[in-house]
């Protein structure tokens, strides 16, 4: 399973300032986190893989590396350039979503009631951001 999914920072209120506007960020940093399924006692639900990109109103743009940690971090290196004025855009990707398998290790085999694929991640995306 690969999800995808793709946000846009809120546009700010009217007649406010906000990144939307702002062409120049004085810190911005993403924050992904997720935990997998619980399941029961004689199964193992093998780690969940996700990541996430980020876009700027002038294109540019950056990967904050997949893992299975649980949490993936990204801060924008340069705060003296200007990104435009615009939306900036984050899109989460979901890599390898490991499945449920016997704890014990064995392989999966047909009919065995232990195993059955991991269809979902639910994860936080936390922005923080200044300007
Ligand atoms: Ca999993
Ligand atoms: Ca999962």
Same mark, same amino acid.
């Given at each position: 399973? $690969? ?6 920072l809120? !546009? =700010?209120?009217? *007649? &406010? ?6 062409t120049?960020?004085?810190?911005? +940093? ?5 935990? %997998?399924? /619980?399941? *029961?006692?004689?199964? $193992?639900?093998q =780690?969940?893989q ?7 109103? !002038?294109?540019?743009?950056? +990967?904050?590396?997949? /893992?299975? /940690?649980?949490?993936?971090? #990204? @801060?924008l290196?340069?705060?003296? @350039? ?5 939306? #900036? +855009? ?7 979503? &490991? %499945?449920?398998?016997?704890?014990? *290790? ?11 694929? %991991?269809? !979902?991640?639910?994860w936080?995306? @936390?922005?923080? #951001?200044?300007?």
């Open positions: 399973m $690969r999800p995808e999914a793709t946000l846009t809120p !546009s =700010p209120v009217a *007649g &406010g300032v906000g990144p939307a506007r702002a120049r960020l004085s810190g911005f +940093t993403v924050t992904l986190t997720w935990t %997998d399924e /619980s399941v *029961g006692a004689n199964q $193992r639900n =780690p969940d996700l990541g996430f990109t980020v876009m700027a109103p !002038s294109g540019q743009n950056w +990967t904050a590396p997949m /893992s299975t /940690s649980g949490t993936v971090n #990204w @801060k290196d340069d705060t003296s @350039k200007d990104y435009g004025a615009g939306a #900036w +855009t984050i899109t989460v990707q979901g890599g390898n979503m &490991g %499945d449920v398998q016997p704890i014990t *290790g064995r392989p999966c085999l047909p009919l065995n009631l232990v195993c059955r694929p %991991d269809t !979902s991640n639910g936080t995306l @936390k922005m923080d #951001w200044a300007w």
